[in-house]
């Protein structure tokens, strides 16, 4: 790692990404772990390289044209197509086991994920998830809502076969 990239690692207290356009299946799985990744389709590239600036973010993108460009800090080309070979080539670059945390943000929308009682949230629930689940969480950006369904166990061995 370069000394560039070693200097701005000790300045930050979590990583932050921000990914391009063509990443929006990675951006979902960066989230799952539980890193800040901000992501919005119509970002164009002078917009994508001053939120890295401002937010001291790691651009990720698909798009070696966008790298090459001199306001850009730090930033990583993704080889892969596939999104979960994206990940493990982020996880290998950044080391990133160590920092996750995973099921702590929205997949929708970056924001953080609270637990909320139950009896909050209930006239929101279908009626098998009310009838069979007892733990949420809520967005506290978009409101989104979140459960431990038949999806979660899947998804759990998903993050650990990634940090493997």
């Given at each position: 790692?370069?000394?560039?990239?070693?200097r701005?690692?000790?300045?930050?207290?979590?990583?932050?990404?921000?990914?391009?356009?063509?990443?929006?299946?990675?951006?979902?799985?960066?989230?799952?772990?539980?890193?800040?990744?901000?992501?919005?389709?119509?970002c164009?590239?002078?917009e994508?390289?001053s939120?890295?600036?401002?937010?001291?973010?790691?651009?990720?993108?698909?798009?070696?044209?966008?790298l090459?460009n001199?306001?850009v800090?730090?930033?990583?080309?993704?080889?892969?197509?596939?999104?979960?070979?994206?990940?493990?080539?982020?996880?290998?670059?950044?080391?990133?086991?160590?920092?996750v945390r995973?099921?702590?943000?929205?997949?929708?929308?970056n924001g953080?994920?609270?637990?909320?009682?139950k009896?909050?949230i209930?006239h929101?629930?279908?009626?098998?998830?009310r009838?069979?689940?007892?733990?949420?969480?809520?967005?506290s950006?978009?409101?989104?809502?979140?459960?431990?369904?038949?999806?979660?166990?899947?998804?759990?061995?998903y993050?650990?076969?990634?940090?493997?």
């Open positions: 790692m370069s000394l560039v990239w070693f701005f690692y000790e300045e930050l207290n979590d990583l932050k990404f921000i990914l391009d356009v063509h990443l929006g299946k990675l951006a979902k799985y960066l989230r799952l772990c539980g890193f800040d990744t901000f992501y919005k389709i119509n164009n590239d002078d994508i390289i939120i890295s600036v401002l937010d001291k973010r790691i651009i990720l993108t698909r798009d070696k044209e966008l090459k001199k306001k800090i730090l930033g990583f080309w993704i080889r892969s197509q596939h999104p979960e070979e994206q990940m493990k080539e982020v996880f290998r670059k950044f080391d990133l086991r160590k920092f995973p099921f702590t943000r929205c997949l929708e929308c953080i994920l609270e637990d909320i009682p009896e909050e209930i929101r629930l279908m009626p098998n998830t009838q069979y689940y007892d733990e949420y969480k809520k967005c950006v978009c409101d989104h809502i979140y459960w431990k369904g038949s999806h979660y166990e899947r998804m759990k061995k993050i650990e076969n990634i940090s493997d």
